[in-house]
């Protein structure tokens, strides 16, 4: 995709965990998770609008996915770096919860969750506006 087209929020998304502006607690907190080796198997990001949830979740899986991390922080050379960056990847998942809220989205994605990754070591999904689902998905 040329820049030209490309939408606003991939074109200025943060691509390092350096780039995060206001995040610097949670940045510290995942960092130490990951030199650590200590990832826990799910995080909830939650915030007002515009703080950099997705973003951060982004690069989470990015990190943990890239081939070359330096100081935990995605290359953003490698091959999976580029294709999590350009919203291609089979690994990092983005779901709208807000169009997908209901019971049988929630079943679907539980039996794709059991997929292993294709390639790269994590498979990661991201369920943005989770607050939309609805009760019965929860």
């Not at 951060?56 to 290359?75: D, M, Q």
Request: hydrophobic share 35%; net charge positive; charged share 20%.
């Amino acid at each position: 995709m040329s820049s030209s087209s490309q939408s606003l929020y991939r074109k200025w998304r943060s691509q390092t965990f350096g780039d995060l502006v206001g995040q610097e607690p949670v940045i510290r907190t995942l960092k130490n998770a990951l030199s650590s080796g200590k990832l826990a198997h799910a995080y909830l990001f939650t915030g007002p609008r515009g703080t950099g949830k997705t973003s951060t979740a982004r690069l989470l899986a990015k990190t943990i996915n890239c081939s070359a991390p330096v100081n935990g922080e995605p290359c953003n050379v490698c091959e999976q770096c580029r294709e999590i960056t350009a919203g291609n990847s089979f690994n990092v998942i983005e779901i709208d919860a807000a169009s997908n809220r209901g019971i049988d989205s929630v079943r679907d994605l539980r039996e794709k969750v059991m997929m292993p990754p294709s390639t790269g070591k994590y498979k990661v999904y991201v369920l943005d506006e989770a607050h939309m689902l609805t009760t019965e998905a929860f």
